[in-house]
């Protein structure tokens, strides 16, 4: 039963939401911008639920004296100061701009140049997971870019900075990445239409 | 008269006219798309994993439900579904991480069902599910503890992920452990190329749950798509040869 009325209420509203969206009708519009409206709500009391997901799970590390829980420790503590922090003081206070500029920024920034390594190995690595010619021209190509945009002592590569670069990166590339989002795009339609009919159900119900 | 959204609502029902019609026609035949190989590889580890009692790592990414990468997360969730009822039978339940709440909360649902359907509605550990991050990085460093600690023989990335997949890909290969990664988005799919082992490009990521598990309407929708695709190519064509003759 709970099945039936939660598909239900799921395909009721995705036909509204979406005739709503391609006709002008105004009663449909309406509803629609209602329902996209209990949708923000519901969005941010999903926030909610999720950290106190993540406060239980780093929780449990710590009770349970895991690996790794004097991590989850210093999570909980460093979330529920800075929850009191947003609690008294405005989101745009001094100490909550120290906060994200000082130590959330500079940290996630040391991530992405971690990522600049490991990328690195992985791309050396490639080759040797996948032999074939895509890896070579993947390779080569990510080579071929990098040489016509980084800054070099020398100064631009000729040809490979004004000409290889701009043709590979605006007309190759370009084409490529547009292909791939059009096949995103049709497997999102049928992705909506299996919601819709009630084929997919993200909710639990069999 | 609003010509795109006229054309729009006729692509629309016309792709659901389609999807039903060929999964009321198809129903009983068995469906025949090209082999991938890493959806092999997947039943391998997924049945290697049930075997020897380790554990799936299910990352969902970070597409939200009210934005154009939600579709991604549904995909991902469809199979989720899917796998979880693959792996019922075994010793410890999957884990699901992910970097949305709404997400979270969705896989919390969806392996809860899986499990008690399998059990006859046993107690499921809710901690399964979980979310590590609300930023990129954030969510990925939140989940490499998983990879690490929690026993994992295989790792499925399905979902919205940006350039900090390479982080998780990276963990997944230091722990020896298969991977199999697909992201919606651009920048995540050249990252997941170059370091995932078995990388999905484009829309495979939304092909995952029919290779894994067939049902009638999923076929339908790949066999949709590829209907879709020619329509695509062919209006193209026809633009640029009428933009050649100066038609356009």
Redesign the interface.
Same mark, same amino acid.
């Given at each position: 039963m709970k099945g039936i009325i939660s598909t239900s209420v799921a395909i009721v509203t995705g036909l509204i939401v979406?005739i709503g969206y391609? /006709?002008?009708i105004p009663i449909l519009s309406d509803i629609r911008s209602l329902i996209?409206d209990w949708?923000?709500i519901?969005?941010a009391m999903?926030?909610?639920?999720?950290?106190l997901?993540?406060l239980?799970?780093n929780n =449990?590390r710590v009770n349970n004296k895991? %690996?790794?829980g004097f @991590?989850s420790l210093v999570l909980i503590i460093s979330l529920l100061v800075t929850l009191l922090i947003g609690l008294f003081l405005e989101p745009g206070h001094s100490v909550m701009n120290f906060i994200f500029y000082s130590i959330?920024l500079p940290?996630?920034k040391s !991530?992405?140049a !971690? !990522?600049a390594v =490991?990328?690195l190995?992985?791309?050396i690595?490639?080759l040797r997971?996948q032999p074939n010619l895509f890896s070579v021209i /993947?390779l080569g190509t990510?080579l071929l870019i990098l040489l016509g945009t980084v800054p070099l002592p020398f100064g631009e590569l000729p040809f490979v900075g004004d000409v290889l670069r701009p043709f590979i990166a605006q007309v190759l590339a370009a084409s490529g990445?547009r292909?791939?989002?059009?096949?995103?795009a049709?497997?999102? !339609?049928? =992705?909506?239409?299996?919601?819709?009919?009630g084929?997919?159900?993200? @909710?639990?119900? %069999? | 008269m609003n010509w795109s959204a006229l054309i729009a609502f006729l692509l629309v029902v016309g792709s659901a006219g389609l999807l039903l019609g060929f999964a009321i026609l198809k129903r009983k035949t068995p469906p025949s798309f090209r082999e991938i190989p890493a959806f092999i590889r997947l039943r391998q580890a997924i049945g290697r994993a049930v075997e020897d009692g380790s554990r799936l790592h299910f990352s969902l990414g970070r597409g939200d439900l009210i934005s154009p990468q939600g579709a991604a997360g549904l995909a991902g969730l469809s199979a989720l579904r899917r796998l979880a009822d693959l792996t019922s039978t075994s010793d410890r339940t999957p884990i699901a991480t992910s970097g949305e709440p709404s997400l979270t909360v969705l896989s919390q649902d969806v392996m809860q069902a899986s499990f008690q359907e399998a059990t006859g509605g046993s107690h499921f550990d809710a901690s399964g599910a979980r979310l590590t991050g609300l930023t990129p990085f954030s969510y990925a460093s939140g989940a490499l503890p998983t990879l690490r600690d929690e026993h994992i023989s295989a790792n499925i990335l399905l979902g919205s992920f940006g350039v900090e997949a390479g982080l998780l890909a990276d963990a997944a290969e230091r722990q020896n452990s298969y991977l199999l990664a697909a992201s919606d988005n651009l920048l995540g799919q050249a990252v997941l190329y170059a370091s995932a082992q078995e990388p999905l490009i484009g829309e495979e990521l939304y092909a995952v749950s029919e290779y894994v598990n067939h049902s009638p309407l999923h076929a339908a929708s790949l066999k949709v798509q590829d209907i879709l695709r020619y329509v695509l190519i062919i209006t193209m064509l026809l633009g640029a040869l009428l933009k050649l003759a100066g038609l356009l």
């Open positions: 979406l391609l /006709f002008q996209l949708a923000v519901l969005a999903m926030i909610f639920i999720g950290v997901n993540l239980s799970v =449990t895991e %690996k790794g @991590y959330q940290v996630e !991530l992405m !971690l !990522l =490991t990328l190995v992985a791309s690595n490639l997971r /993947f990510t990445a292909g791939i989002l059009l096949g995103v049709l497997a999102t !339609l049928t =992705t909506g239409l299996r919601v819709l009919f084929a997919d159900r993200p @909710y639990g119900s %069999k | -």
